[in-house]
């Protein structure tokens, strides 16, 4: 295994709300070598997209990182000035957004806004070679030089999510966020725009982390998943491990909620709602909704520890390096 | 990506009425702004109506008046008018202004609310119609406000109050001139917020559940077009007023009237600020500045309630 | 075609006002030749006696004395061939004559004014809606909300009271120094501009707020679109995503509402030239009112239609030069 090139360090972020604050982002830790693709799971609410937004150091007021590192090949982005932060954008970590239907300028060509993404981080790069970067990275997502010249409305969903694509690997970053990139299209163009990410990935050799809630589309391309809940990483683990026997009662209930060939038309859900960031349960967050809860579970709250089979979990079950499934 | 939990409903004490509402007022600025600046005009209105004979004092006067014009008003043992009879001054009519800003508030108040009443009913009425029951109907309507859109309405009502007897103007012919051309916004307005709500899904619930159209009008459509319809009235009775004004200021105003537009030109008329009479003309202009300032920041106000999408803008 | 149909339905607003135009001022019961002779006869003093035949007289001169509705039918077809007809008040002077003379006034004011503010109040509103502007900039947006209201004749009003009768810095009306002598040299150009500067002032800070605070709420709808938020993660500067992701899209619809709030300006303009007692289209046309001159009023007003329904045309025109997405959808 090579170094890892991106470090997350005891990230935390917290929105100041009317209402209160809102730890989003609790102690997150991770590492990714490059050349990994890792996915992010986890429901709606539970920090997903902010991690994505705290790593590109893109967390709006009333939002503020509140600590912690993000180690992109040796640089803390956090502790960047704001103008090299700009810079760091796109070069070292790119992002690919969730609604590519909108995420595109709808009264500039293609080709301009991919021209002034280049721009932005090299201003004495001829015209010629930054035109031919472009066709390049366009060819490179499966897309006809063509495109370039034209306008956002002149393409379909697919195309746009594809041209999102190329924007993101313009300046070869070594990772790229892809949050939900395919959450709005149809089931065949998702898989071909997966298809596109997978090989850009391999190309480039970068890191991917892929924010979903397709179980089916990591199980299918991820080599490791990672399990978001209230703000918090609570398993991370391979895709094998994850989805023959995950760890966290969690995990397991979001397995066991698939639906499966086995029991076929018994739909399981998850008891309870996820609940809100702004009063989490004492402990860990999880014991009103899970069925292996004990009293302990109400008060001591679980570290994100490594398991025996290089696993992560944060669980009081397996915190006595008991493992016992 | 916070997701607020619901109070339970026992833990919150609920304030009063009026201390919610007042609570509200602070945080919409501009409402809150809007709405104090329109009640010192009116109370400012009542009170001259209170204290001075305005019906007399606001008129051109023949003879100086035989009793004091106001309580902070003293005549001095020969009879002659003290220092501090006129707060505001008089005009060349030898009118005391402060009755004239007292009875003209409160008449350029009534042109706003008949005018902006009167246009908001009609306006509507129109877009219900147009939008709910479409074809026909629907496409006269649209046509005749997309024809007039254009049109200048100001140059035709000037047309209409230049072709009347200027004997027979009153403050209320006014009104009516003004509201004549001026439903043509409320009536677009009101049209597209049906329009898009006979889509929505409550609506098709209660046509489902076996609501007839009344009831569908005036229980599901109508309290969710409050607050558009607020903000049109209120933008009819600026537009009335605005427009009143630019009638009076061409000299076609119930002209005896001390309408505040009025006042503006008899002073413009006379030349007062060739003549040193600076102040005619300065109290009804901060009037008239303060009604459309006030006007403004409540319709401001208003908008902040019906698109939540600009509330939050620092 | 979709312009083939436009410049249909503009025509047909232009027949409908000038119908409305047309017709409103004759079924009046004031006689504006009487009214002239009368006013005549009370500033010499000399009444004449045989006056209604005077008045009947002019009238069939001018042809007031024909139905309404051949009065109409003959009067369109002139204004047709592009003869709008004698002014009643001012007669041999023709009504083309008349607007000609006072045109460059109210277009030099007008025209200028609404592109200063056009372009002033876009910037300032942008500016107000952008989240990293200094926090000095946010707060002209009060005094913007207060502003926009008032109309300009009141601005003009408290302008003369303070600059011109209080502080004596600028002359308080007319369009250049009684007694000087028209003509193109520096001194007199410049006097001039010294005249307009109040009136064009009053007309801007009223416009400029009206234009900040549309594209304010523009500018706040399209802070929060997805393509701003992906242009920030491509790690574009502040400015360049001001200028071609935010400001680009939030002025397309002021464009489109440059046209009809021109109409607004006019009578806004007519209004402030009568309170400076300028020589334009404004103190024409309250003379023509007072006076009920029926041809200067119908050549004013359907010279203002005109300018009003070019300008829409030429919005339409220019609109999907801005706005790629337009074009394909006419085709």
Not at chain 1, 95 to 115: C, D, E, F, K
Not at chain 2, 139 to 168: H, M, N, Y
Not at chain 2, 218 to 247: C, D, R, T, Y
Request: with cysteine; charged share 15%; proline share 5%.
């Amino acid at each position: 295994m090579s170094t890892p090139i991106l470090q997350v360090q005891d990230l935390q972020v917290t929105y100041y709300t009317d209402a209160g604050r809102a730890k989003a982002l609790d102690n997150v830790s991770f590492t990714l070598n490059s050349g990994e693709k890792m996915g992010l799971v986890g429901e709606s609410g539970s920090g997903k997209s902010t991690m994505a937004l705290a790593m590109m150091r893109m967390i709006k007021p009333p939002g503020r990182i509140e600590g912690g590192k993000v180690i992109v090949d040796g640089t803390d982005l956090v502790t960047l000035s704001d103008g090299e932060m700009l810079k760091a954008r796109l070069s070292k970590i790119a992002y690919i957004p969730q609604g590519a239907m909108n995420s595109l300028n709808p009264v500039m060509r293609i080709g301009a806004q991919m021209t002034d993404a280049i721009r932005a981080h090299d201003s004495s790069i001829s015209n010629s070679a930054m035109t031919e970067r472009c066709m390049q990275s366009l060819e490179s997502v499966d897309l006809k030089r063509e495109v370039f010249k034209m306008y956002p409305h002149e393409l379909s969903g697919g195309m746009k999510q594809r041209v999102c694509i190329a924007i993101g690997i313009l300046l070869k970053p070594k990772v790229i966020i892809a949050d939900e990139p395919t959450s709005a299209l149809d089931v065949v163009t998702q898989r071909q725009v997966m298809e596109t990410i997978n090989r850009i990935q391999k190309d480039l050799g970068c890191a991917v982390i892929l924010i979903g809630h397709d179980m089916g589309l990591m199980a299918q391309s991820m080599d490791k998943v990672a399990v978001m809940y209230a703000g918090k990483l609570v398993e991370i683990s391979t895709v094998r491990q994850m989805f023959t026997h995950p760890f966290h009662p969690y995990g397991q209930a979001l397995i066991h909620s698939l639906p499966n060939l086995d029991n076929k038309g018994v739909l399981q859900g998850i008891p309870g709602l996820a609940p809100s960031l702004l009063r989490i349960p004492s402990g860990c967050a999880f014991h009103p909704r899970c069925s292996k809860a004990t009293e302990k579970c109400m008060v001591v709250t679980p570290r994100l520890q490594q398991q025996p089979d290089g696993r992560f979990v944060s669980c009081l079950l397996y915190e006595e390096d008991k493992v016992t499934a | 990506m916070t997701t607020l939990a619901v109070n339970s409903p026992a833990a919150v004490l609920q304030p009063k009425r009026s201390t919610l509402v007042l609570r509200y007022l602070r945080r919409n600025k501009s409402l809150g702004f809007g709405l104090a600046i329109l009640l010192f005009l009116t109370l400012f209105s009542i009170t001259g109506h209170l204290v001075a004979d305005v019906n007399k004092l606001a008129y051109p006067l023949a003879v100086k008046p035989k009793q004091p014009p106001n309580p902070l008003c003293v005549f001095d043992s020969t009879m002659k008018i003290g220092k501090n009879c006129f707060v505001l001054g008089t005009d060349f009519y030898g009118r005391d202004l402060f009755a004239v800003m007292a009875k003209g508030l409160g008449q350029t108040a009534r042109i706003g609310l008949l005018a902006g009443v009167l246009g908001t009913l009609v306006g509507t009425l129109l877009g219900f119609t147009s939008a709910y029951f479409g074809g026909a109907i629907d496409t006269v309507i649209r046509g005749i406000t997309e024809v007039l859109l254009p049109i200048p309405v100001f140059l035709i009502q000037v047309l209409i109050a230049g072709a009347i007897d200027k004997k027979s103007v009153t403050v209320d012919t006014m009104a009516l001139i003004v509201v004549m051309l001026a439903w043509m916004g409320p009536t677009r307005v009101i049209r597209s917020q049906v329009l898009s709500m006979r889509e929505r899904m409550f609506v098709n619930v209660a046509k489902l559940s076996g609501m007839s159209n009344l009831e569908i009008i005036f229980k599901e459509i109508m309290p969710n077009l409050l607050p558009f319809l607020g903000s049109a009235l209120v933008g009819q009775v600026f537009g009335a007023i605005f427009a009143s004004f630019g009638l009076a200021v061409f000299g076609l105003g119930p002209l005896r009237e001390p309408l505040i537009g009025n006042t503006v030109y008899f002073a413009q008329y006379q030349a007062s600020f060739f003549n040193g009479w600076w102040w005619w003309p300065l109290w009804p202009s901060m009037a008239l500045i303060l009604i459309f300032g006030a006007l403004t920041l409540i319709m401001v106000g208003l908008d902040e309630i019906a698109n939540p999408r600009v509330r939050r803008s620092e | 075609m979709y312009l083939v149909r436009r410049v249909l339905f503009l025509l047909f607003v232009i027949w409908v006002t000038s119908t409305i135009i047309f017709f409103i001022p004759r079924i009046s019961p004031r006689n504006p030749i009487r009214e002239r002779l009368a006013e005549l006869s009370r500033s010499t003093g000399y009444a004449p006696k045989d006056l209604e035949k005077i008045v009947q007289a002019y009238n069939q001169k001018f042809g007031l004395d024909k139905p309404l509705a051949q009065q109409y039918a003959e009067y369109m077809g002139s204004v047709l061939r592009g003869d709008l007809g004698p002014s009643l008040n001012q007669y041999p002077k023709t009504v083309w004559e008349l607007i000609l003379e006072a045109l460059p006034w109210t277009i030099g004011l007008l025209i200028s004014t609404t592109l200063i503010s056009f372009v002033l109040g876009n910037m300032l509103g942008a500016l107000t809606a952008w989240p990293k502007s200094p926090r000095w900039v946010k707060g002209l947006m009060a005094p913007m909300m207060m502003l926009q209201g008032v109309p300009p004749y009141l601005l003009g009003l408290l302008l003369i009271f303070f600059v011109a009768f209080r502080a004596k810095l600028l002359p308080m009306g007319g369009a250049y120094e009684i007694g000087t002598r028209v003509s193109f040299t520096a001194q007199f150009i410049f006097d001039v501009l010294r005249h307009q500067l109040l009136p064009g002032l009053a007309l801007v800070l009223s416009s400029v707020a009206f234009w900040a605070l549309g594209m304010r709420g523009m500018g706040i709808t399209i802070q929060g679109e997805d393509y701003v938020n992906f242009a920030e993660h491509k790690g574009l500067g502040a400015m360049v995503i001001f200028r071609d992701y935010y400001v680009r899209n939030a002025l397309l619809p002021q464009v489109t509402g440059l046209a009809l709030a021109f109409g607004q300006v006019i009578v806004s303009g007519v209004l402030v030239e009568q309170l400076f007692g300028l020589p334009g289209l404004g103190g024409l046309l309250g003379k023509a009112i007072t006076a009920n001159d029926y041809f200067v009023i119908f050549g004013i007003a359907f010279f203002i239609i005109i300018s009003v329904t070019v300008l829409m045309l030429l919005v339409d025109i220019v609109y999907p030069l801005l706005d790629p997405r337009i074009r394909i959808d006419s085709k």
